[in-house]
């Protein structure tokens, strides 16, 4: 059996429209859901790098998964200020893989939007709430029932279109 010129050509062609459309489909871009929504928050028992105050109860809370080495991290610092002040939450920082001397002049440096920020320099706490790279962002309910997990860094947008309405409505609750 003789292939034509044109068969390797159509190959890749098919190729390539299976792929791109695979790509374009909705869920394919979807957030990435996690095992602990709808479940209990994992237990926070780490050192303390900067703050004060024990993990929030019996509130709607934010954790914020951030390194020192993340550039994302960095960016997203305003926004989660803005998210604190905003939506009257606390967030509450756990530095990844990091050693205390270094998140601690991270968040000099750049600022500290965390109410409370606690070291995971193995990544065991992180571990335990599924986090897959830096940063993520979890938002806590008042029975510590986790409601959202979002990867990457928090934008404007996110916070406009995600994060402060599903507060504001865990608030109400």
């Not at 890749?12 to 374009?24: C, D, F, P, Y």
């Not at 998964?65 to 200020?81: K, Y």
């Not at 309910?141 to 947008?157: E, K, S």
Request: proline residues 9%; charged residues 20%; aromatic residues 4%.
């Amino acid at each position: 059996m003789k292939l034509s010129a044109a068969t390797p050509l159509l190959i890749a062609v098919a190729l390539v429209g299976l792929l791109g459309r695979g790509l374009l489909q909705p869920d394919a871009q979807a957030e990435p859901t996690s095992p602990l929504i709808g479940k209990p928050a994992p237990a926070l028992d780490l050192q303390r790098l900067a703050g004060d105050g024990a993990l929030p109860q019996g509130e709607v809370w934010v954790l914020n998964v951030f390194a020192s080495w993340c550039a994302p991290c960095r960016a997203e610092l305003p926004q989660l200020g803005d998210l604190a002040s905003q939506a009257g939450v606390r967030v509450v920082g756990l530095d990844y893989r990091d050693t205390p001397e270094l998140g601690a002049a991270f968040l000099k440096r750049h600022g500290n939007p965390y109410a409370l920020s606690l070291l995971d320099p193995q990544g065991r706490g992180s571990l335990a709430w599924g986090v897959t790279g830096v940063p993520e962002t979890f938002v806590i309910d008042r029975r510590g029932i986790v409601r959202l997990r979002h990867t990457g860094p928090v934008t404007a947008d996110d916070l406009k279109q995600r994060l402060l309405p599903l507060i504001e409505k865990l608030k109400r609750a």
